[in-house]
Structures are given as structure tokens and as C-alpha cells.
């Protein structure tokens, strides 16, 4: 065999940097598929809804304008800037009312 003729031998950084990227490779595979997993798990779940009373008796003066809910309590905005706390089961808890602030 002649010097022509022999395989030429890669360099040991080539091979290195060959074996970096095959891994790179790798772990952006994993990496999107864990994502993509993760987005489709919770993107499945379905929300857990409020339960609702059935029926708010609000106080003749109020009009509602936005209803919230929190751990043990309802709170309905009226439109005189009063927030009403109502229990779970619909009870009538109180009022606060609030001052606008100055311009």
C-alpha cells in the first residue's frame, strides 16, 4: 500500500466535536419532548370552577358590576364602590366601602 492510498485518520478534536454535537442533538430532542409533554398535561387539565350559591340577595341600593371568589368568601363590586362579602352558601357577610382617591 502506498502513503496515497492509506484512510486518512480524523483528528481527535474533530471526533470530539462530532461526539458534542450528536449529544447536543440529544438533549434538545428530550428537552422539546418534555415540553411539549409538559404544555399538553396541563393544557388537559380542566379548571376547577368556583361553586356558586343559589342566589346572592344583594341589598335594594346595590347594583352589581364584578363578582370574585376567594378560600371561604364571595365579594360582589357594586357600582357605588362598595364591596359585599358574601359566605359560600349565599349568607350576607358585610360591606366595605371605599373613598375615591383625589385627582
Do not use: C, H
Not at 447536543?24 to 370552577?49: C, E, F, R
Not at 371568589?69 to 357600582?79: E, H, K, L, M, Q
Amino acid at each position: 500500500m502506498t502513503e496515497d492510498q492509506l484512510p486518512e485518520r480524523e483528528p481527535a478534536n474533530l471526533r470530539f466535536l462530532r461526539w458534542l454535537v450528536t449529544a447536543l442533538t440529544a438533549v434538545m430532542i428530550i428537552g422539546v419532548s418534555t415540553i411539549v409533554l409538559l404544555l399538553v398535561m396541563k393544557l388537559g387539565q380542566t379548571p376547577a370552577l368556583p361553586v356558586l350559591p343559589e342566589a346572592l340577595n344583594l341589598p335594594d341600593d346595590a347594583e352589581a358590576s364584578a363578582v370574585t371568589f376567594g378560600p371561604g368568601w364571595i365579594a360582589v363590586v357594586d357600582r357605588g364602590e362598595r364591596v359585599l362579602l358574601f359566605a359560600p352558601d349565599g349568607t350576607y357577610r358585610g360591606a366595605a366601602e371605599f373613598v375615591p382617591a383625589p385627582e
